[in-house]
């Protein structure tokens, strides 16, 4: 195992939701594993007016992120933890007063020993992620002379191609490029990682994975809740920026991309690149009306209770038109996948929480059994990401008997049927990977940018574009109406349950 050096946390926003909800659950998660270090600091800072007794107390004791997990451990336990947290207000817009927080950094380093190595965490909002970076520059906290210095961000990352690319250039000047640690939870989610395992440590699934066996490649990112209490947020974002320009993209980039030369870091994430790079980015109107689809929910009877439409959401303004619902047909050029479609979407307000990639095997050259209904009998190889996480083939049977009738076997493999049972969370591992300075699962500048490039017309066309609708659908379906327009001939989305081996269509009726 790679050493944890003696390091100190900082993190940027600490009052906000996604301290108490993530990090400071995920460190308890590597307290528990033993990856800490030997000298562990975690330096919060926001705002808000906080003593460190109040701050731990906040994000440990009265946490209910934590309240579970801290039960099963004794007092003296969970309090050598919460020792290790501290934190420092910093000025009213974060534009100001480092110096305090630098003092509080040195004299923190110098009594636990955490040896000038920094992690800085920006979990704020990302029109303050340069103004931070340029104060600690200031603050000599970018130098690494002595102890390395890193800095992880958040999501979104940037609003346009423009913008992330000014957001690169921008923290480049203070930080280099290997500094700079951009997360995406999907990266460090386990489902995701074996996506390489299973194209890359299998001969039987790569020498199939391309134009000549493969159909088309279907992508499904489902969530039950709404835009919650983030309306404000969402409704300048939407489903394109929020999941498709970021996690969706990921993925996609690891389905798609070649094989790397080996498991370093850069190797991994050069091919990435060049995979995004060669998705067709779709400019004229006529190829993004027949390719895209945007919709909305609406308000309707949804798992035993009366739901809200998006409009009716706090924050969201009532005559939005940004979507919740976002399905995207789209072309690879290059050699492996030319001509073969992807249909991916993301959605709100699903009947059900799934995450999905299945990859659909044309059907034999020659049909030797006179058997209707192939489409629905064709390969497939689904690739569970979340919950339920594993992976099924299915394949045709005989049905025994006379004749020769084919059905459809499933051949299924289980996660939870693994003995090594303590997986990590997404956010445990990023932050070890962090900590270890291992950038393999953090998308690099060229990555984000490629990204948005592919999403920026689509974006300015559900913007400006003439003949563009924004369709509605009851909370608790797949998406509006036309959802299956997209795609070519008899095929449409494959709506799956909560079960890996639950068959399409199945839904929970509560
Ligand atoms: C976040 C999005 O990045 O991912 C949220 O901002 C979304 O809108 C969340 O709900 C989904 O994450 P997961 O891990 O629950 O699929």
Redesign the pocket.
Known sequence: MTIVENQMLIIFGASGDLTSRKLIPALFDLYKGNYLPKNFVVLGTSRSVLSDQEFRDKVVANSKYLKEKLNSHDEAYVKAFANKIFYTEIGNDYSSEYNGLKERITMLDEEHGTENNYMFYLSTPPNIYETIAMNLAAQDLADESQGWKRLIVE?PFGYSYETAKKLNTGLQKYYSEPQIYRID??LG?ETVQNLLITRFANSIFEPLWNRNYIHHVEIT?A?T?G?EK?GGY?DKSGALR??FQ??LLQIISLVVMEPPIDDKAEEIRNEKVKALKSLRIMRDEKTLFKNTIRGQYLASDFMGEQVPGYREEEGVDPESTTETYAAIKFYIDNWRWKDVPFYVRTA?RMPT?V?EVVIHFKSPHHHIFSESGIIDKDNKLIIRI?PDEGILIKFGVKVPGQGFKVERANLEFYYSGLSEKNVMN?YERLLLDAMQGDPTLYARADEVEAAWEFVDPILEYWKNGKDVKTYGYSSGLWGPQNADELFDGLYSWRNPGEHLADDPGFCVIY
């Open positions: 999501k939870h999907y989610k990112n969530e809740v835009v983030r969402y929020d999941m970021n996690h709100k929480k995450t979340q997404a």
